[in-house]
């Protein structure tokens, strides 16, 4: 007997092939999850270094120049434009010895008129120190007149007393002569005591007009030190340098025309990476190299302010003898020793701790290729990494640039 086949459902069949695209999805999305990115290198485009053991020295190796321990800026007092040039740039000169000379019309107008004034009051409060000590001559010339009186009139009441006792001279004129006496005494202590305190006064005025003139002589006298200020003269004894002046050239008050060397040593200027601020600290030793000998030095001088991801040390030499050995502008290689040499694993300095800032690496395995791994990098020199972990002696890993494939997971070396 035949069996009826029934109709597949059509709804069925479109399900179906809807759901192929999302599979056939789905299994790609599987192949990537379970394949690693892969890139193909060749050999020659990347740099493979081994991983050693070795001494690892601690150290910064710096660029040093050469400078003197004292420099003394040359700076315009005055300002204006330059009239006069007396000396050059590497000339030795002495302290005081005159450099160059400015001109400025205004301030020596105003120094001037300036001068003018103070001598004016000092001639005024000189007139005025005369007017009193005459005023003073004049009350002396009273006083004795006043006392010469007092003194007449005494000697006459002394003598009328006398001759009025003996009936010789009549009481009308006894009595007159006792009150011109009472009179010419009361006068004089009434005079003296006004003319005391008159000359405690005129004493305190004189010396404050003394004060005031002896100030105003000050303030003259440096006015025309002042004056002097034109020509701008050298601060210490020493090498000038970075003395560019011309004649004309304008410059204003407190600029700058050079400086002058003190010839007393001399010390190291270096740039350091701001990666070692914070291993830096003064008085750490290291040496520099002088024609193939290595003299120690130490770090004396630490200025923190980072510019362009960079800062500035000072360096100072053991043996002073050095002076007759090195030369201004010299550049020197030096190193400072951040700790004692220590045993470690090594890995030669490359451009891949930029990429990964020492995370990971891509290291070699038997078949030729490398694969990402975790590692820790501890300290480093001018020249090695050292290595904590994720790395042993001998294994080798890719130290150029991991820019250009920071996603792959391994690379097939060709």
Avoid at 309 to 333: H, P
């Amino acid at each position: 007997m035949d069996k009826q086949i029934k109709p597949k459902n059509k709804k069925t069949k479109k399900m179906l092939l809807l759901s192929i695209p999302f599979l056939l999805l789905f299994g790609i999305l599987f192949m990537n999850l379970t394949h690693k990115k892969q890139v193909n290198l060749n050999k020659k485009d990347i740099v493979i270094k081994e991983v050693t053991k070795g001494d690892f020295e601690d150290m910064v190796l710096l660029s040093s120049t050469v400078e003197p321990k004292t420099s003394v800026l040359v700076n315009v007092i005055q300002g204006g434009s330059i009239s006069e040039i007396y000396v050059e740039s590497g000339q030795m000169v002495t302290e005081g010895d005159p450099l160059l000379k400015v001109y400025n019309p205004n301030a020596e107008l105003n120094y001037l008129t300036q001068e003018t004034a103070i001598i004016e009051q000092i001639n005024n409060l000189r007139n005025i120190r005369v007017s009193i000590k005459n005023q003073q001559l004049n009350l002396d010339q009273q006083l004795l007149q006043i006392e010469n009186d007092f003194k007449n009139a005494e000697r006459q009441y002394k003598l009328d007393t006398t001759l009025y006792s003996k009936g010789v001279v009549a009481k009308n004129n006894f009595l007159k002569t006792s009150q011109e006496f009472s009179f010419q005494k009361e006068r004089n202590n009434v005079i003296k005591k006004s003319v005391d305190e008159e000359q405690k006064s005129r004493k305190v005025q004189l010396s404050r007009i003394n004060a005031s003139i002896a100030n105003m002589e000050k303030s003259l006298d440096l006015l025309r030190k002042n004056k002097e200020n034109f020509t701008v003269k050298a601060p210490v004894t020493g090498l000038l340098s970075s003395f560019n002046s011309n004649l004309g050239e304008s410059y204003t008050q407190g600029q700058s025309v050079g400086k002058i060397d003190v010839l007393n040593g001399y010390k190291l200027v270096s740039k350091v990476d701001e990666y070692y601020i914070s291993k830096l600290e003064e008085g750490i030793k290291g040496n520099v190299s002088i024609n193939g000998k290595n003299e120690d030095i130490k770090l004396s001088k630490i200025h923190p302010e980072v510019i362009k991801g960079r800062f500035t040390v000072e360096l100072q030499f053991k043996n002073d003898s050095l002076i007759k050995e090195v030369k201004r502008g010299m550049t020197l290689k030096s190193k400072l020793f951040l700790s004692n040499n220590s045993k470690a694993l090594l890995i030669t300095k490359g451009q891949f701790y930029q990429s990964t800032n020492g995370a990971w690496a891509f290291v070699l395995n038997s078949k030729g290729e490398a694969e990402k791994r975790n590692i820790k990098i501890g300290r480093e020199n001018p020249f090695y990494y050292e290595v904590l972990e994720g790395l042993k002696e001998g294994d080798q890993i890719i130290t150029s640039s991991y820019d250009e494939f920071i996603d792959v997971e391994k690379i097939n070396i060709q």
